[in-house]
């Protein structure tokens, strides 16, 4: 078992900035793909960003690319989500997710991941 809990969600005006952390615990952190998923109000969730089990590798949503950059500290069994120009289109629940992983890849989808957190509210404002 992985538990999960995130933290950092807030209400942020819109290009302002939030920086969202997942602390994992339960297993050996470096051995799990992490992953950020969101959900907004009557929407699917949605792939984020996701990054490999060394950090080497990471993936973006298009919707996020070049505003969102996800990073990992397996010494601190952290990942974390730094949310740049944020636009009222990106208020939703925010999820951190992980998979255990043997090679170091990253995934986008949510069946692919086996653990996730409780979610933390980002709310954007115009």
């Known amino acids: 078992q992985v538990q999960l809990v995130e933290s950092g969600g807030g209400l942020v005006q819109a290009g302002g900035s939030l920086r969202l952390s997942c602390a994992a615990n339960?297993?050996?952190?470096?051995?799990?793909?992490m992953g950020w998923f969101r959900q907004a109000p009557g929407k699917e969730r949605e792939f984020v960003a996701g990054i490999s089990t060394s950090g080497s590798n990471t993936a973006y949503a298009d919707s996020v690319k070049g505003r969102f950059t996800i990073s990992r500290d397996n010494a601190k069994n952290t990942v974390s989500l730094q949310m740049n120009s944020l636009k009222p289109e990106d208020t939703a629940v925010y999820y951190c997710a992980a998979q255990r992983a043997y090679y170091d890849v990253t995934y986008n989808r949510m069946r692919e991941y086996d653990y996730w957190g409780q979610g933390t509210q980002v709310t954007v404002s115009s």
């Open positions: 339960g297993r050996t952190f470096s051995n799990y793909a």
